[in-house]
């Protein structure tokens, strides 16, 4: 705008100068009007008539040429002037969703809200833990992630409160020794787990008002379906009332003990497994008033509390442990927990009928398939090249004779009331040089004898 305001004044002055000129000339003309006289040039300087006449013309070109120069300056400056403001461009339309992307978004809002419970003590390296669970949950509103710390721990603190609003953050309030006998006072950190589980589920189900929760602890790293497999299991849970809980964990899931190309296998086990699980309210409700004061897990393991119900349990671990320090110093953990294989394959299980779970369909397809198979001995399982592919089974005939095979098998022999490591009916599913072999008691099995513990 200022260029074109200095262009004008320049054409106005010009046309002046021009028209100026213009008036010398005419003044010195002979027979001009009476009036004032221009000097007179010096002798030799004046201009012969032809030329003044030619300049006089030449003058009268330029003069309409700037003129003509001046009239558009004006005219684009008015255009200028009265332009219309631009208009402030509309934002883009949102594109219209699809009939599919709404009925997914209507069942996410549908789908159950199921809290991770991770319980944290004193372990900075929970961040391991916390990074996997966030990287893989498909959806913050289905799956909060709430960490409840005992023990009070400042460094533990500060790499929980680093991820901010991902994670709740809550602190067990009673930090002091748990009243213990005399004979138990080197068992103190497991009174302590337990009154933290005991409030952490209390604040879970009592304050939150949850319906279903998963449990972890802080030395857990899980898979990438691991949210898949308890989301596709809780209905399971919900409708069948021999069931009490869904583990991600397999005692006996070493490499070599399961087949990782049937990552899809579920099965229902009478031990209670622990280790990344899934419960409901209403089994909280059985429980809470009666919660032990130590060794909360082996409580679950009893007939008491187990009532003949089962778990939910895979065949290839969702979650592995990378805990070997803790109040059991590394039990186990060097012989058999460190060689879990942790499930890498995403198994689409919301998207599997799972109801061959239930009890009744599952004991007739199971038993059949392990009383099915033909019955061999160690020896030739030992020897056996492979070749021959299909299950086989082992049989036991008592305490003595189990632990000896699970022993020779590289299986956790111990039980619990009688109960072994992912047995169901006494039976134990695992994979010896490529075949399936069922670790098995006779046929005609009537319960488990807690003697055996």
Known sequence: MLKKSSLALLGAALFLAWNGLLLLFLWGRPGAAP????????PGSRLLPAQ?????QDAEAELRL??????????????????????????????????AQEEQEEQEEEAPVIPVLVLACDRSSV???????????????RFPVIVSQDCGHAETAAVIASYGAAVAHIRQP?????PAPPEHRKFQGYYRISRHYRWALGQVFRTFRYRAAIVVEDDLEVAPDFFEYFQAVLPLLEEDPSLWCASAWNDNGKEGLVDAGRAELLYRTDFFPGLGWLLLAELWDELEPKWPPAFWDDWMRQPEQRRGRACVRPEVSRTMTFGRKGVSHGQFYDQYLKFIKLNDRFVPFTQMDLSYLKKDQYER???QQVYSAPEIHLEELQKDSGRDSGPVRLQYRGRDSFKALAKALGLMDDLKSGVPRAGYRGVVSLVCRGRRVFLAPPSDWTGYDPSWS
């Not at 009036?35 to 010096?42: C, D, I, N, V």
């Not at 300056?73 to 949102?94: C, M």
């Not at 961040?127 to 509103?141: E, G, Q």
């Not at 009673?174 to 748990?178: A, Q, S, T």
């Open 35 to 42: 009036g004032p006289q221009p000097p007179r040039l010096p």
């Open 127 to 141: 961040r391991r833990c916390l990074d996997k669970i966030l990287r893989y949950r498909p959806s913050a509103r």
């Open 365 to 367: 397809f199971f038993l």
């Open 66 to 99: 700037q003129r003509e120069l001046l009239l558009q300056i004006q005219q684009l400056s008015r255009l200028q002037h009265h332009k219309t403001p631009p208009k402030t461009p509309k934002p883009p339309q949102k594109t219209p969703k699809t009939p």
């Open 52 to 56: 003044l006449l030619q300049l006089a």
């Open 174 to 178: 009673e930090l002091g020794d748990v």
